[in-house]
């Protein structure tokens, strides 16, 4: 019992939403050159955004991802509360774009509801665990 603490579960509840938004890294992947997924039907060469999309997020995300999982398990010794702010920013700037430019242009909001669930589930527990390990960051 002795695993199943405040940060254990935080740590359990950040890898789970990450491992979730591999499905969204692996559909990127999925749609990279298809016709259904051009930027505008005018121009053929807007292909390549899907490229730059998938690299922007394997590289930042992963590098997100890698950063918070890095400082979730920095010693007791090394916690402080700007390393619990960095991995907020960390998470807000990996999460804001599903989100940031929908209430000014609908085109900018997730293409359907099974897309919206799945950023849902990829965002809300690393968040939720995130605030859960705060007590650790703010001693």
Do not use: C, K
């Amino acid at each position: 019992m002795e695993y199943i603490n405040r940060m254990n579960i935080g740590r359990a509840l950040v890898i789970f939403g990450f491992v979730v938004g591999l499905r969204s890294v692996m559909f990127t992947w999925g749609h990279i050159g298809s016709d259904l997924f051009l930027l505008t039907p005018e121009s053929p060469l807007a292909r390549s955004h899907s490229w730059h999309h998938f690299f922007r997020e394997v590289f930042g995300d992963f590098g997100a991802m890698i950063g918070v999982l890095m400082l979730l398990w920095v010693p007791v010794r090394l916690r402080a509360p700007v390393i619990w702010w960095t991995m907020l920013v960390l998470l807000l700037g990996f999460y804001a774009p599903f989100w940031a430019g929908t209430p000014f242009m609908a085109e900018l909001a997730a293409p359907s509801l099974n897309a919206e669930i799945q950023h849902l589930v990829m965002a809300v527990p690393p968040l939720v665990g995130l605030f859960v390990v705060s007590r650790e960051y703010f001693r």
